[in-house]
C-alpha cells in the first residue's frame, strides 16, 4: 500500500479492503473473492480520479512533497547512461543535495545537474532533504561552464524546498552562490532544459533552473517561497498556508497560465509515485523532443533565454 495523503482517506479505505480480500484469498479461503475485488478497484480508480480532478494548490503541494515521490536519482538512473558525477567545487568541499556529471540521453552527450532529496532516514540525511549549500551552487557553475566548454546542453532536475538557511551557509556566501548559479545559466551558451518534478522553492530552484525551457510535472509546484514561510511572513501564521498556497499560484497549471513555464509533464492517476513507469517515459519524451528542437535550430541561446525571462510579466 502506498503512503497515503490526508485527502486521500476515502481511497486507503477502497484500497485497504481490497488488499484484506487478496490476503483471504492468498491464504486459501473458500470464498470468492474475485468480483468483489474487481468491484472495489474500479470504485478506487473513480474515486482517485475524482480526487485528482479537484486538486487545491495546497493538495497538489502534498502530492508534490510525496514521500515516495521519484526523486532526482531515479530520473537520473530511468533517463540517463554513463553518468559520470563530478563532486566538489574546488573551494569548500561537496555538496550531496545538488547531483551533477555528464552523461548520455538517449545516446547524446549532456551535462546534468539535480537536487536529490533522499528516500530514506539515512539517504535524506545525506542529501540534507535536498536543501544546497554554497558549495552545491558553486559545483553546479563549474558543471555549467563545462557544459559551455564543450557544447553540452544542459538538463536541470529540479527539486527542492529552497537553499539551506543554516548559519555555515550563510557565512560562506550562500546568497553569492546563488546568485553566481543564476547568471551562469543565463549566460550559458548551449541550449538548456529544467524540469521540476517536484517541489521547486525559492531561489534554491531559479539557481539551476534559469532554462531556454521550463517544464513541470502536472503535479508539481513552483514558487518564490513555501506556502508555510508566505503565511509565515503575510500572517504570522504559518497553519495558513493553505491560503498562502491558493494566492500564490503555485500550481503547474496556474504558472503555464501565467507563462513562466512552457509546458506541463502529465502524470499518472494519484501522483508520479503511482506510475514511476510512465512518468519517466513522459519526462524523457518531453526532454528529447526539445532537444531535437534546440538540434533544429539556429538561434542564439542565450540571447533566447534573455528574451525569454525579460518577457515574463509584459502581458499581464
Not at 563530478?86 to 561537496?94: H, I, M
Not at 527539486?159 to 557565512?171: F, K, L, Q, R, W
Amino acid at each position: 500500500m502506498y503512503n497515503y495523503l490526508d485527502f486521500e482517506k476515502p481511497v486507503q479505505d477502497l484500497e485497504g479492503q481490497i488488499l484484506e480480500l487478496r490476503r483471504l484469498a492468498e491464504n486459501g479461503q473458500s470464498v470468492d473473492v474475485g468480483d468483489e475485488i474487481d468491484r472495489l478497484e474500479k470504485r478506487s480508480q473513480d474515486a482517485l480520479r475524482d480526487l485528482y480532478k479537484t486538486l487545491t494548490p495546497w493538495q497538489k503541494a502534498q502530492v508534490a512533497r510525496h514521500a515516495d515521490r521519484p526523486h532526482c536519482l531515479d530520473y537520473v538512473k530511468a533517463l540517463f547512461s554513463d553518468f559520470t558525477a563530478l563532486a566538489g567545487d574546488r573551494a569548500f568541499g561537496e555538496d550531496h543535495a545538488i547531483v551533477g556529471g555528464f552523461a548520455r540521453f538517449r545516446g547524446q552527450p549532456v551535462a546534468l545537474i539535480g537536487q536529490e532529496k533522499g528516500s530514506d532516514t539515512q539517504t535524506r540525511l545525506k542529501h540534507n532533504f535536498g536543501m544546497a549549500k554554497p558549495e552545491g551552487y558553486r559545483k553546479a557553475v563549474r558543471i555549467m561552464e563545462l557544459a559551455d566548454r564543450f557544447g553540452l546542453p544542459v538538463i536541470s532536475l529540479v527539486d527542492t524546498a529552497g537553499a539551506y538557511p543554516g548559519i555555515g551557509a550563510e557565512e560562506r556566501g550562500q546568497a553569492e552562490a546563488i546568485a553566481r548559479s543564476t547568471s551562469a545559466c543565463l549566460a550559458l551558451r548551449v541550449p538548456s532544459i529544467a524540469v521540476v518534478i517536484g517541489e521547486g522553492g525559492s531561489g534554491g530552484a531559479i539557481a539551476i533552473a534559469c532554462a531556454n525551457r521550463v517544464y513541470m510535472l502536472e503535479h508539481a509546484i513552483y514558487s518564490v517561497i513555501s506556502p508555510e514561510g508566505a503565511a509565515s511572513i503575510l500572517w504570522r501564521d504559518s497553519t495558513r498556508a493553505k491560503d498562502a498556497a491558493t494566492s500564490m499560484k503555485i500550481t503547474a497549471q496556474d504558472l503555464l497560465e501565467l507563462k513562466i513555464i512552457d509546458g506541463i509533464i502529465p502524470e499518472p492517476l494519484g501522483g508520479a509515485h503511482r506510475g514511476v513507469d510512465a512518468v519517466m517515459k513522459a519526462a524523457g519524451d518531453q526532454i528529447a523532443r526539445t532537444l531535437a528542437e534546440f538540434a533544429a535550430s539556429s538561434a542564439d541561446f542565450r540571447e533566447q533565454r534573455r528574451d525569454k525571462y525579460l518577457a515574463i510579466g509584459r502581458h499581464l
